[in-house]
């Protein structure tokens, strides 16, 4: 029996991913290659939704991928790739567009919180309609299940809501995805603004704990991570957010249930438990960069594995959008 298929995409905004997107996101990924069809992308073409230097994109879209594959993605089998390869994400992304209300578009926070940077006027147009190229990308690869962190959840509802209406108003030609959402690492916060998500655009540099930062600042940012006045380990994200994020963190890293943390660093004070953490974020993601920096010292064969990837994605994607284009009503090409 053919296996369910998963699809998944990460920005290259920044020179590195952060824990958050880790946790949240790319660790499940290196999970569900084992049981699933796995698709993954990085969404360049997301990434230019707001300004972006021509040099910086390509630079951070291959630091992407090389730390998709040094996180454990494996070239054989998952498809990785970078969405701008695959002309028809662009070419879906219009038509579900078309099908897409206004006020509908209009509802989707991540936009407000977006573009509130900018002022909602200056902001571009592709940032707008970006919940909806990301629809493109799910439902053009059948997904069964979408791996995501908590902020993506209105974005998948609007995928399902624009695929289940093609199916209405066209005929059955799109899966409709589910969302794969650990509730344990749905959110990791800012270390400096603990009720905040940890942003690659949003937080400080204080705030943010960079898979391919050194040992050094990364160790000090979680020493002085914001806590509170008292002195107990304990999980309340009411009262102790800055200690639960922590919590959180190190249960995720660690395989060790919250109760457990909370039991062991019992009259211990903030101190110990900090170190602790710092340790397991530092031995997860010294691997990470050491096979990042060797990925990155051969761009050939990186670009090599993208390609290979940009195939087996092409492959799907040219399959569902000939179904489309027919279902549309889209003469055909002889
Ligand atoms: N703080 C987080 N906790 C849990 N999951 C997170 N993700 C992001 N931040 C957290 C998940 O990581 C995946 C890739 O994210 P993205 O690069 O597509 O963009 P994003 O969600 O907008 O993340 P950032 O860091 O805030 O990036 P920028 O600043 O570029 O917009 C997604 O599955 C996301 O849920």
Redesign the pocket.
């Known amino acids: 029996m053919a296996r369910p298929r998963v699809l998944?995409?990460?920005?290259?905004?920044?020179d590195s991913?952060?824990?958050?997107?880790?946790?949240?996101?790319?660790r499940q990924w290196v999970t569900l290659q084992e049981t699933h069809d796995a698709f993954y992308c990085v969404?360049d073409l997301?990434?230019i939704t707001?300004p972006t230097e021509p040099a910086a994109l390509r630079r951070r879209s291959r630091v992407a991928a090389a730390q998709l594959f040094a996180a454990g993605l494996d070239a054989e089998r998952s498809t990785v790739f970078v969405q701008s390869h695959v002309r028809e994400h662009t070419e879906l992304a219009w038509i579900l567009i078309c099908l897409t209300g206004m006020g509908e578009a209009g509802r989707m926070t991540?936009f407000k919180d977006?573009s509130a940077k900018f002022g909602e006027s200056a902001a571009s147009v592709g940032l707008f309609t970006y919940p909806i190229l990301q629809a493109a990308d799910i439902l053009l690869y059948q997904a069964n299940a979408v791996?995501?962190?908590?902020?993506?959840k209105q974005h998948l509802e609007l995928t399902r809501d624009l695929g289940q209406r093609f199916n209405h108003r066209f005929g059955d030609t799109f899966t409709l995805p589910e969302p794969y959402i650990l509730k344990e690492?749905?959110?990791?916060?800012?270390l400096q603004d603990p009720t905040a998500?940890?942003?690659?655009?949003?937080?400080s540099p204080a705030g943010?704990l960079d898979v391919l930062e050194q040992p050094g600042p990364l160790r000090k940012k979680i020493m002085r991570a914001v806590t509170d006045t008292g002195t107990e380990v304990l999980f309340d994200e009411e009262n102790k957010p800055g200690i639960s994020n922590l919590l959180r963190i190190q249960s995720a890293l660690t395989a060790t249930p919250i109760p457990e943390l909370v039991a062991r660093y019992e009259g211990q004070g903030y101190g110990t438990f900090k170190k602790d953490v710092a340790e397991a974020v530092l031995e997860t993601f010294a691997p990470i960069r050491e096979r990042t920096e060797k990925l990155l010292s051969d761009e050939k064969e990186l670009d090599r594995l993208l390609a290979v990837g940009a195939e087996r994605a092409a492959t799907v994607a040219r399959q569902t959008m000939a179904a489309v284009r027919d279902r549309v009503g889209f003469l055909p090409t002889l």
């Open positions: 998944s995409g990460i920005q290259p905004t920044a991913f952060h824990l958050g997107n880790y946790l949240g996101a790319v969404v997301h990434a707001v991540q977006k791996p995501v962190g908590a902020d993506q690492v749905e959110k990791i916060t800012d998500k940890m942003s690659k655009s949003s937080s943010i």
